[in-house]
């Protein structure tokens, strides 16, 4: 990941951090909370007015073209040759630009420190989720809060009810770029912040999470050792319904250990 400031020339200002995710080629902007809508972009300021400082991807990425030299334009082939440039390249073009535009006084400034105020509100992106039936979701958050989502429950807006009425879509959720968002098929995104705020915490932690799965998740091998039985044993066990694998694939199961036991009683 780059990490770069957003500077106000104008009035020596720091406005925010612009992050740069290499592989995904994807863009965040995390504006300073100090920002009001007469010092924010002006194209973040419908944002900024509703108190959001995180700016989706599809928001910054359109931040960042107003600041690039388009790639129809007549002349870009003499223009990726003077820079040494093989391909047109939208983090390489902006690093030489500086990301510098006529229309205003901001320009980005390269950091190897990822500021505070990023740093303080990445701890409510997501970790990790499940989809869960009925239009639900299992989140958790880098903070290790765990929280139940229910979409019904979220504001009506970016697509949500398009979500919840097709199951394909929804069976596709997983974390976005930077846990910044759920994302489902790649196309729509919910912030990670509607989803803290319209979640409903559950009385269990992460780290409670995880020890459990450590200890009672077997695989194979674990409840072979455990039943004192062998592979085919424990595949006729399976035929007879009398162990049930909670995953399954050609390398192996896995099972919970209540009902591996309850085979010694």
């Given at each position: 990941m780059k990490v770069f400031e957003i500077i106000d020339e104008s009035?020596?200002?720091?406005?925010?951090?612009?992050?740069?995710?290499?592989?995904?080629k994807s863009f965040?902007?995390?504006?300073?909370?100090?920002?009001?809508?007469?010092?924010?972009?002006l194209l973040l300021t419908s944002y900024v007015k509703k108190g959001i400082f995180t700016i989706p991807k599809d928001i910054s990425l359109l931040w960042v073209h107003e600041r690039l030299i388009p790639t129809g334009r007549q002349n870009i082939n003499s223009i990726l040759s003077t820079h040494r440039l093989k391909e047109?390249?939208?983090?390489?073009?902006l690093e030489i630009s500086e990301g510098r535009c006529s229309q205003d006084n901001y320009h980005i400034r390269k950091t190897d420190m990822l500021p505070a105020f990023v740093e303080k509100r990445s701890h409510r992106n997501l970790k990790d989720l499940v989809v869960l039936n009925n239009n639900r979701l299992l989140c958790i958050f880098a903070d290790e809060t765990m929280k139940l989502v229910d979409l019904a429950k979220c504001p009506p807006e970016r697509d949500i009810a398009k979500i919840m009425r097709n199951s394909l879509l929804f069976e596709s959720g997983k974390v976005g770029c930077g846990g910044y968002s759920a994302t489902f098929n790649d196309s729509i995104d919910i912030p990670a912040h509607v989803l803290y705020k319209h979640g409903k915490t559950l009385p269990i932690s992460f780290k409670e999470l995880l020890t459990f799965s450590r200890k009672n998740l077997l695989d194979t091998a674990a409840c072979c050792e455990e039943l004192q039985c062998s592979r085919q044993n424990l595949a006729y066990l399976k035929e007879q319904?009398?162990?049930?694998?909670?995953?399954?694939?050609?390398?192996?199961?896995?099972?919970?250990?209540?009902?591996?036991?309850?085979?010694?009683?």
């Open positions: 009035l020596e200002l720091l406005i925010g951090a612009l992050l740069y995710y290499e592989k995904e965040i902007i995390e504006l300073c909370e100090g920002l009001d809508e007469w010092n924010a972009p047109y390249d939208e983090m390489k073009m319904h009398l162990i049930t694998p909670i995953q399954e694939n050609v390398k192996g199961s896995l099972y919970l250990k209540g009902d591996v036991l309850k085979n010694k009683w």
